[in-house]
């Protein structure tokens, strides 16, 4: 478990080495405008990489490459000021409690562990995190700004992959795309009748009887993440929430408490912490009704009725996707399945959930599974029947069946070229100094790093 921390907050371990280190190292080694490079932050960077290298050698110039990008990052930082590119203080708060929640889920929101772990507490690790996480954020902003012109033609694509050595090409596992159908179970009366009853004399207890808030999120809400925190949410940007809860929030006052408002979760009580702009600070108790073994059945028998309609050719696939499918996301892609990790809609049979995997095993293209029931990211069970739109075996890339893939290479690689320019364009419009002398055993180390000629080969000098 401890591993899973130090992955999920690696930017945590290597900003707060930096710091961590600029007291003992505190050495300037380069200036880009306004923006210093500390020999720390060198070092912060090179143990995250051999954190994430798993015991593979570090490149002998690794200190040239890291301090390459460090000068490109203070770059940017500095174009991003003439571009008067900022990100308010909101957004940076909102993805610092997303960080520090992430984290807390691990750790059993427990703020004990956090302190023992990271000898801060959540709330002395945002403050901490604060200037980082906002460079963060105007470098990527830079980057998109930088980057929103870039497309690639199916030509460009082509002289990629025929530039790629025939016993370069990559090896591609087998792989499947999918389509679903899914069905969710039907609430019975009697059991949405009692989680609007108990929710709505909880907030009768909040406005009339004045109990606190967060002392009946911890002991009633059903969102266990944030019952913990006394249903705090978090900061959040507008569209981040259900559409029904955010046209609620948006309308409440500072510390004013919403009458019952029903989303896809459930039944919530919605009081507004703070707001500023298009981002929102929310708490919320949440009551769920619950999903009894009939409900579940009803919908398991009336699924499985659509997947014989299909088989006897009595509706299509694609028709009873728009005529029954329950499940938003993939219903706007034609039922595809969209593989979080890439984007795209293909799986790797072993990236499958498993009960998807073993549903379809066996199973040729065109077939359909049998119904599988799932988890939802509600939390609820819901079922589903599965269509195997392709399916390839492990093959050699090929232009034609991987197209998809090398089009995403091809344009990660004119992308990658377009920063490169880009830089190499700014530099000469900017003071840059690299500030470490010869005989440090760092300017011994990078005096014969060629990557870094472009840095200090500029006639730059400040006004």
């Known amino acids: ?32 405008g306004n923006h210093i490079i500390l020999h720390s932050d060198i070092e912060a960077q090179i143990k995250l990489m051999k954190s994430q290298s798993q015991g593979v050698d570090m490149p002998s110039d690794v200190r040239c490459l890291v301090l390459d990008q460090l000068f490109a990052n203070a770059l940017m930082l500095t174009e991003a000021e003439k571009d008067s590119i900022v990100v308010g203080d909101m957004e940076v708060q909102a993805q610092l409690d997303n960080r520090v929640n992430t984290i807390l889920s691990y750790m059993g929101r427990d703020e ?13 690790m945002k403050n901490f995190m604060r200037d980082q ?10 980057q998109q700004k930088i980057m929103e012109s870039i497309t690639i033609t199916p030509k460009e694509v082509k002289a990629f992959f025929n530039r790629i050595p025939k016993d370069s090409l990559p090896y591609f596992n087998a792989e499947v795309e999918l389509a679903e159908i899914v069905v969710k179970p039907k609430i019975n009366a009697s059991e949405d009748a009692r989680a609007r009853k108990l929710a709505r004399n909880l907030m009768l207890q909040i406005i009339e009887d004045s109990v606190d808030f967060e002392i009946l999120a911890k002991k009633y809400s059903d969102d266990r993440s944030s019952a913990e925190l006394g249903g705090n949410l978090g900061v959040q940007p507008r569209g981040t929430l259900v559409p029904e809860f955010e046209a609620t929030a948006y309308q409440l006052k500072k510390g004013e408490v919403s009458e019952v408002v029903k989303t896809e979760f459930g039944y919530h009580i919605i009081q507004l912490i703070n707001r500023l702009g298009n981002n929102i600070n929310t708490r919320h108790i949440l009551i769920r009704p619950e999903i009894t073994t009939q409900d579940r059945e009803a919908a398991y028998q009336f699924l ?82 599965v269509k195997i739109l392709t399916r390839t075996e492990p093959h050699v890339a090929n232009i034609k069946d991987d197209y998809s893939k090398i089009r995403m290479a091809a344009l990660e690689e004119k992308k990658g070229q377009h920063i490169m320019d880009w830089i190499d364009s700014k530099i000469k419009h900017n003071f840059i100094e690299i500030k470490i002398k010869p005989t440090d055993s760092l300017g011994k180390e990078i005096s014969k790093c060629d990557i870094l000629q472009k840095w200090s080969s500029s006639d730059n000098s400040r006004p």
């Open 304 to 385: 499985d009725s659509i997947r014989n309609l299909i088989n006897l050719d009595t509706i299509s696939f694609g028709k009873a996707i728009s005529a029954y499918s329950e499940e938003t996301q993939s219903k706007t892609t034609a039922g595809r399945i969209v593989n979080p990790a890439t984007g795209e809609p293909y799986f790797e049979l072993g990236d499958l959930e498993p009960s998807i995997y073993f549903a379809i095993d066996g199973l040729k293209q065109g077939d359909i599974s049998k119904v599988i029931e799932y988890e939802s990211r509600t939390g609820d069970k819901q079922f589903r029947i």
């Open 133 to 142: 996480m906002r460079d963060q954020l105007i470098q990527q902003r830079m």
């Open 1 to 32: 478990m401890k591993k899973q921390w130090i992955i999920l907050w690696i930017w945590v371990i290597s900003n707060g080495f930096s710091y961590a280190q600029r007291q003992q190292i505190d050495k300037v080694v380069g200036v880009v």
């Open 112 to 124: 004990k562990k956090f302190k023992e772990f990271y000898d801060m507490t959540p709330a002395e």
